[in-house]
């Protein structure tokens, strides 16, 4: 397929073939644009940094230098200018080249999978966002083209029990028995990606397409129902990403990122659609896939050699992306589609954690650079995401390079003239890269005297960005310093290890695990403070915006979890008018204590989760005689005498389990191991409780249900 060709609804409403040729001209008039923009500021910031080191000759640590900040300030260059360029598209009020133009409302709706994988995650929060969808959906009449899938990978045995009784209580709540499919593999193969593989092998061709959310995920009926007509109308659309908005958080720093996010991200959005058209990219979820083509070109290959850089792929969206565009489809960015939202890590440790994850997955998309038949842009977005963890060490290197220089200098005592004009110019020059976008989203937002308000008034937005951008400056050194030490681990051999991301707020981690974790930042601040005043004050005064984050590391990441700072800062529309599908709760009621030890015992958590496993289809004694044994075990010697492995495969034999709740109850408590003794009397006192007629009926009525579903 050509490069350039375009179908689907875009071309119809272009009209002849003049005209189409006209369209494919004009979006490569757009590339050219935004690189020539981004090399013009590339090479006078160059130049002028040329002009400053090598006013007196050159020293190999000048000349490395130099190429660090050249690939450094390029990479600024082109975030400038994206958000230079989304301004002007949204000033201008239309954009003719955008794929929610083919937007109608008439178009009929396909049959479409709704799937979210799961990953021993917080049961209400992924039953409440499914639930609000769902709800979302029947109040618009068009729930029955969709299906819901929870996809489980989580091998925490409670966590897996607490699914499948959310499970349960969200089907019984919404009638969803049918509709709402929850499955739990045994083993994680290859993680989110392998997850979402198994279930388009194994029910793929039920769906036309599919809408992949995280488990923070939340999307409106309405949005959900846009890409599916989106889809349909623009045939060669393989994938079409929303641009989700950060939502529900609490703490100081998931508000502060939170609106930034908000007020930012407009303008960079608009921009990113400008140049990139129907060679976008795929973020991993809030994104609709059209599922045949997916499934027969989307395999992920295995890397050579061994993890971290090698192995099987950890970050798989943007490899998924570039595989579906080399097989001809078309990958777009609804940047503009209204009720996509997400969360995010609740404070700056967490943030943290799954930065050294997602550093992992994009350091190993250098092997695709080296791939064939991968398109330019879809290089160039790999290039983007490895240099979004690649670009600390660089910064990293520069400044200990020039810091390095100047002390031969020092020693040497050699006095270093420079030009003052082409410093001055290049300072300058670098401010408005770094905080000319924040200026243009502000115009922007501004200028939409209906939005403002919104956001609790210009005042309030004034001072949330200046607050902003004081916690940005002080946070970026942190997560230089955290970035750095990834990549310098990943390329040591260092992999990851894969744990659940904490997604509620609370108080955050304590002083003690905070100390543990930054106590080398002020260390290092302090250190690289005196060696700066040693080189020379002005070395000094350059370098204390990063020494000054370095040093304050340890309360900022306190302050960060907290939720009692700033409350009336930081606001966003979706806190101050939230559309019903965020104010919506899910509540489940669980028993307190062990959720395994409830598996065995009570009868409804019992029946739930039997009814969901699946029988054994061949006899292997090896594995009867492996079960059975865990099951002696579990009843002699109690429920704390097996391994989290070893509760995963009692609870992946239904039939064992059974008979192990019926083992239990019908033995006499004397000759019970104790544990099981003091279980059971736990369970008859909670049960002893006088309960209202309400209560019994609602205790009744899921059984019925449930009975009746099996």
């Known amino acids: 397929m050509n490069e350039n060709h375009r179908s689907g609804k875009l071309v119809e409403l272009i009209g002849s073939q003049g005209i189409k040729e006209a369209f494919q001209k004009k979006i490569g008039q757009r590339r050219w644009a935004v690189a020539l923009v981004t090399l013009g500021i590339s090479l006078l910031g160059w130049w002028l940094m040329i002009d400053i080191v090598g006013a007196q000759g050159w020293t190999p640590l000048e000349v490395l230098e130099t190429g660090l900040f050249g690939i450094l300030f390029a990479n600024l260059a082109f975030g400038f200018t994206q958000a230079f360029l989304g301004f002007l598209v949204l ?96 083993l994680p193969v290859n993680r989110k990606s392998g997850n979402i593989a198994d279930f388009c092998r194994r029910w793929g061709h039920r769906h036309r397409y599919m809408i992949v959310l995280d488990a923070d995920s939340l999307m409106t009926g309405a949005a959900v129902s846009s890409l599916v007509r989106l889809m349909e109308t623009n045939p060669r659309a393989g994938i079409i990403q929303t641009m989700p908005r950060l939502v529900k958080t609490e703490t100081l720093f998931g508000r502060i990122q939170q609106f930034a996010s908000r007020v930012y991200s407009p303008i960079f959005a608009a921009g990113l659609n400008f140049w990139q058209q129907g060679s976008g990219n795929y973020w991993g979820h809030n994104a609709i896939i059209r599922v045949s083509p997916f499934l027969g070109s989307c395999a992920l290959p295995g890397l050579p050699g061994k993890e971290p850089l090698g192995g099987r792929i950890l970050s798989h969206d943007f490899v998924e992306a570039a595989l579906m565009r080399n097989a001809g489809w078309e990958v777009w960015f609804a940047y503009d589609l209204d009720g996509s939202y997400e969360g995010l890590p609740p404070n700056l440790t967490e943030f943290v954690k799954r930065d050294r994850r997602w550093c992992q997955g994009n350091l190993q998309h250098m092997w695709f650079l080296l791939a064939q038949n991968i398109r330019a842009i879809s290089r160039l977005h790999l290039v983007q995401g490895i240099l979004a963890y690649a670009s600390a060490p660089l910064l990293v290197m520069f400044v200990l390079f020039g810091g390095l220089q100047a002390g031969i200098d020092r020693l040497q005592e050699r006095v ?123 070395f000094l005064a350059w370098l204390s915006p990063m020494l000054i984050g370095l040093l304050l590391a340890i309360p900022l990441a306190k302050l960060s979890g907290r939720t009692d700072l700033f409350r009336s800062l930081f606001l966003t529309p979706e806190e101050l008018e939230p559309p019903q599908e965020l104010t919506a709760r899910f509540q489940l009621q669980l028993r307190e204590g062990d959720q395994f030890v409830h598996a065995v015992l009570d009868p409804f958590y019992n029946a739930v989760h039997v009814a969901l496993q699946r029988s054994r289809e061949i006899d292997a004694p090896a594995v009867g005689g492996y079960v059975a044994t865990l099951a002696t075990k579990l009843f002699k010697e109690g429920p704390e005498s097996l391994t989290s492995q070893e509760k995963r495969a009692l609870l992946a034999d239904g039939e064992t389990l059974a008979y192990m709740h019926n083992l239990v109850w019908k033995t006499p408590s004397a000759m019970l191991n104790p544990a099981w003794a003091r279980a059971l009397e736990q369970y008859r006192s909670s049960c002893r409780r006088p309960r209202s007629k309400s209560e019994d009926l609602e205790r009744n009525l899921p059984k019925t249900q449930s009975a009746a579903a099996a």
């Open 91 to 186: 000033a201008e009020g239309h954009e003719p080249l955008k794929i929610t133009n083919t937007l109608d409302e008439t178009t009929p709706l396909a049959s479409t999978a709704v799937v979210m994988p799961v990953y021993n995650e917080d049961a209400e929060i992924v039953f409440g966002n499914v639930q609000a969808l769902y709800r979302s959906l029947q109040q618009r009449h068009e729930l029955e083209s969709y299906d819901f899938y929870i996809l489980s990978d989580s091998t925490d045995p409670a966590k897996a029990v607490e699914e499948e009784l959310a499970w349960s209580d969200i089907c019984r709540q919404t009638n969803g028995f049918g509709k709402i499919h929850y499955r739990r593999r045994k």
């Open 416 to 538: 270093g003239t420079f030009s003052a004009a082409s410093a001055g110019v290049l300072l300058l020059m670098t401010l408005i890269l770094l905080f000319g976008p924040k200026v243009l989203s502000l115009l922007h937002l501004f200028a939409r005297r209906a939005e403002i308000t919104s956001f609790g008034g210009p005042f309030r937005v004034l001072v949330s960005v200046v607050f902003e951008i004081l916690f940005s400056v002080l946070i970026a050194p942190v997560l230089v310093w955290f970035h750095t030490r990834f990549v310098l681990r990943n390329i040591a051999g260092q992999t990851v290890i894969w744990n659940t991301q904490t997604r509620a707020g609370g108080d955050g981690p304590g002083w003690n695990e905070i100390v543990r974790e930054y106590w080398p930042l002020p260390i290092a601040g302090v250190g690289f403070g005196a060696l700066a005043w040693w080189i020379a004050p002005s």
